[in-house]
């Protein structure tokens, strides 16, 4: 369990992780080179002097022409939208009117970029298949499909030859079916499951796809649906066997969540509010979205009433939702909360190449692993920065000298603007999944105080990473020139930021400052609390003879 879990373990229900949106890539690894595609014609038509941009032309149309022939006489919607159109609210919207709906309900068709193959022929016969430098805009069709298992799933794929596709599934969705089938009662608004009577239960149906037979469970949903009720209108089932055409999938985008269950409402709305508050400038979180809603969160709700319905559909947005966000190139970690007692922590990957532990499907539960990691770690970051603390002797310790490997360095002196700016940036970069260099200190510390490259360079930045590397504040990850914080030196360092800005700072002012003529009409409990701090000050610098 990670830190910040165990911390207010005491405030909550119930706790699960799950795998939420999973992006799939589908792709026929023959078709996506020149040798391999005229190849994969050959066994398709028996020879390739038809290969041509005209029949490449034909083969997009006739995927037309038979889908809307098989959507019109089955019923099918097929709906041609714009860029920007929301496509799954429609299709959202279409379930909510028809519950029983099973197999492909809905084709949506819109314009993308792909690339597509160029056809050349030269003098005597020589062919030439290319790509165009500039990608060419064709339509991509969206198959949405109730799955038995999955529920609602899309398949998104390209009607030019070799067919690439995209499928995105939902690990809450297939939780959602499971649970159904076991005859559980649940609450679920969106992709989150609000309110449950076994916990367990979810877990354990949640945990399914964290192991190997996950990958057999995602080949089988794919494999299902994309022969039959997309390629084929393409290909026949014969022409796919002839032509030897399959899909190899990878991995593309994935989501990781990691949901608290709350015995109170107003606690975890206290909670959440004042980890914002008392975190977001030391890990320099730029801004917070705001989603203003059109009613009030319910705090009368008790556990039991109104009976658990198997499922609801919540008007969105419902009441008013902040958003803690933050970003790390291909990574974005989100908190939020979510229905009248969950608080819901969310690990993003947008490219699944920058984990750097491969993206094919057999990868999956390493993929799903290691953003889990990942997440956890921004907890345990989060709970350093939000509790911090500072030992009986770190005071006195920081500004000594200090033995890294056979070099003595400096100590760590936090009157001095350069070095406070170092540790405020590097506890702004604690987060980072996979540490941070000197070259990221540089930019994050310029950033912050408003250096340049040259006033502040990189060989100072090493110089003071070798400082907070010798008070044991950061550690060096091995094999590699990238740091990572402490856990003990993350507290420290966020100790010495909120004691000299939220602390020291305020307390000298309120001593120092002249009275104001006109005191404010509405006062914060912190306020009254650091007024009654300052006043004591006052009366202790006036028994010790200090002018004030």
């Known amino acids: 369990m990670d830190q910040f879990t165990a911390c207010y373990q005491e405030f909550l229900a119930g706790v699960y992780d799950c795998v939420d949106r999973i992006v799939l890539n589908a792709y026929f690894i023959v078709g996506h080179n020149p040798a391999g595609f005229r190849y994969w014609w050959r066994r398709l038509f028996g020879t390739d002097d038809n290969l041509d941009e005209a029949h490449l032309i ?22 041609y939208t714009e860029a920007g159109d929301r496509k799954n609210e429609v299709a959202e919207d279409y379930l909510a009117k028809n519950p029983q709906t099973s197999g492909l309900f809905m084709v949506f068709v819109s314009k993308a970029p792909a690339k597509t193959w160029k056809v050349k022929r030269h003098a005597g016969g020589y062919l030439n298949l290319y790509h165009p430098k500039s990608p060419a805009y064709v339509n991509h069709y969206h198959f949405h ?24 599934l939902n690990g809450h969705e297939y939780a959602a079916c499971q649970l159904k089938k076991a005859g559980h009662d649940f609450l679920k608004e969106g992709n989150c499951f609000t309110q449950i009577k076994e916990t367990s239960d979810l877990a354990f149906v949640a945990d399914a796809l964290r192991h190997t037979d996950a990958i057999g469970r995602l080949s089988q949903v794919c494999e299902r649906w994309i022969y039959s009720a997309c390629l084929c209108f393409a290909l026949s089932t014969d022409e796919q066997e002839q032509s030897g055409f399959r899909y190899h999938f ?17 606690q975890m709305e206290l909670l959440f509010e004042s980890v914002i ?3 977001r400038c030391i890990l320099d979180v730029s801004g917070l979205k705001t989603i203003l809603g059109l009613k009030q969160r319910r705090h009368n709700h008790k556990p039991g009433k ?16 902040t958003v803690f966000k933050i970003h790390f190139g291909g990574l974005t970690f989100k908190a939020y909360t979510k229905g009248e007692r ?16 491969g993206r094919v499907l057999e990868k999956f539960p390493t993929i799903v692993t290691t953003l889990s990691g990942q ?10 920065v939000d509790k ?39 506890v702004a970069l604690s987060a980072k999944p996979n540490g941070f260099n000197a070259s990221d200190l540089v930019r994050q510390v310029c950033r912050q105080t408003g250096q340049t490259a040259q006033e502040y360079s990189p060989t100072r930045a090493a110089y003071d990473l070798k400082k907070l590397r010798g008070k044991n504040l950061i550690t060096k990850i091995a094999k590699s020139r990238r740091y990572a914080t402490t856990p003990e030196g993350l507290r420290t360092m966020a100790a010495l930021s909120v004691l000299r800005d939220k602390v020291l700072k305020p307390l000298l002012a309120g001593i120092t400052a002249n009275e104001r003529a006109t005191q404010p009409t509405t006062v914060a409990p912190i306020d009254i609390r650091l007024e009654a701090v300052r006043n004591e000050m006052a009366l202790l610098l006036a028994e010790l003879k200090f002018a004030a």
Not at 145 to 168: E, L, S
Not at 306 to 316: D, S
Not at 342 to 357: D, P, Q, Y
Request: charged fraction near 20%.
């Open 388 to 426: 911090p603390f500072l030992a009986d002797s770190t005071w006195d310790d920081l500004p000594t000298p200090s033995q890294v490997g056979a070099c003595r360095v400096g100590g760590v002196d936090i009157h001095k603007q350069r070095m406070r700016a170092v540790m405020a940036a590097a």
């Open 277 to 279: 508050d008392r975190t």
């Open 342 to 357: 969950t608080l819901r922590f969310e690990a993003i990957v947008h490219n699944a190449r920058i984990l750097k532990c």
């Open 306 to 321: 109104p009976a658990l319905r198997e499922e609801i559909a919540v008007e969105t947005p419902t009441y008013n939702l």
């Open 375 to 384: 997440l956890q770690r921004f907890l345990d970051v989060l709970r350093g």
């Open 145 to 168: 499909i109730i799955d038995p298992d999955w529920g609602h799933i899309i398949f998104r794929i390209c009607g030019h030859p070799p067919f690439p596709a995209m499928i995105i």
């Open 250 to 266: 990878s991995v593309y985008q994935l989501e990781y969540s990691h949901n608290l269950h709350f015995k109170s409402g107003a």
């Open 58 to 79: 034909r083969i997009a149309g006739r995927f037309s022409r038979r889908l809307n022939a098989y959507a019109k006489s089955n019923g099918v919607p097929v709906i």
